[in-house]
């Protein structure tokens, strides 16, 4: 691929690390300008500079997807540096700790709410503002998870709000059709990132029970998702919208 989106301007949640700094380094490579937006501000330089030393356009602006003034400004930011909007990923995301229902807590639950279900509802809101008033369509790409798709043990609140992610792409998708803005969620599967390191440090049975629910024998590459979400926010892609695609290794096959 090169070109795929050329002279697009975009913006990354998550962009800091694993999936959205994958996603970032693609989106740049393929000719767009990338507003790199998390919540750590040294990763998220690093990110801009891995792009920037290749060769690539990108500004980091900090960002807590949770608030609602946060996720307005990261709209503005994006508009304030490249002066448009035309691709949004949706990416950030917490995983949380990991409790069986009967065991979860509220304190855990509301975390995971707050920031993979309200703050993809919260981006998508200011950013489809903005691509509204362009005039001129958009796309938007949001972080569901095969856990979207079906049931996962220890991970009530994390499963749950990923459906929902799928069930606000599905809406927005339907609602600004005729505005030419197509809305999509991708669905990994297990991808080899910190988030995963970081339950597997808690849970090291884990390792082993991870890989073994992916048909394929093995972990997911970051750069595995951020092609998919390349090619979703491409003009490649412009007869699909309220799509939930799993990109996942065949694990939502079985
Ligand atoms: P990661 O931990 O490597 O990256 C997540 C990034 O999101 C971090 O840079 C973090 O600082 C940022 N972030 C967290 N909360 C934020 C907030 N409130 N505002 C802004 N930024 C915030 O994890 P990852 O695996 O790359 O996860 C990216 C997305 O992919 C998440 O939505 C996750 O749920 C989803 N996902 C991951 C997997 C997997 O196996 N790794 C599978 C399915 C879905």
Same mark, same amino acid.
């Given at each position: 691929?090169?070109? +795929? ?12 690390? %694993? ?15 990338? +507003?790199? &937006?998390? =919540? ?14 290749? $060769? ?28 448009? +909007?035309? $691709?949004?990923?949706?990416?950030? $995301?917490?995983? %949380? ?37 362009? %005039? ?6 949001? !972080?569901?998870?095969? &856990? ?6 220890? =991970? ?10 799928? $069930? +606000? ?19 990994? %599967?297990?991808?080899? !990132?910190?988030?995963?390191?970081? =339950? ?18 093995? =972990? ?31 694990? !939502?096959?079985?």
């Amino acid at each position: 691929m090169a070109g +795929l989106l050329k002279g697009k301007v975009t913006l990354v949640t998550g962009a800091a690390s %694993g999936i959205g700094r994958a996603a970032a380094i693609a989106f740049a490579r393929e000719g767009a300008k990338v +507003l790199v &937006a998390d =919540m750590s501000d040294a990763a998220g330089h690093e990110t801009v500079k891995m792009i920037t030393d290749a $060769g690539g356009e990108a500004a980091f602006t900090r960002c807590d997807v949770a608030q609602p003034a946060d996720a307005e400004a990261l709209v503005a930011s994006a508009v304030k540096a490249y002066g448009r +909007l035309d $691709g949004a990923y949706n990416n950030a $995301g917490v995983a %949380g700790k990991i409790a069986r229902t009967a065991d979860d807590t509220e304190e855990n639950f509301d975390h995971i709410m707050a920031v993979n279900l309200r703050g993809v509802w919260l981006c998508m809101k200011y950013e489809i503002i903005q691509m509204v008033k362009q %005039g001129q369509g958009g796309a938007i790409v949001n !972080t569901a998870s095969a &856990a979207g798709l079906v049931g996962s043990h220890g =991970m009530p609140a994390y499963t749950a709000s990923k459906h929902g992610v799928i $069930g +606000l792409t599905r809406t927005a998708a339907l609602e600004y059709a005729r505005a030419a803005i197509r809305v999509n969620a991708v669905c990994p %599967g297990v991808i080899d !990132t910190a988030m995963v390191a970081g =339950m597997v440090a808690a849970h090291p049975r884990l390792k082993d029970a991870l890989v073994s629910v992916e048909p394929v024998a093995r =972990m997911g590459k970051p750069s595995e998702i951020a092609e998919a979400v390349t090619w979703l926010l491409s003009d490649a892609a412009s007869f699909v919208t309220g799509a939930a695609l799993p990109v996942d290794g065949g694990m !939502t096959a079985r």
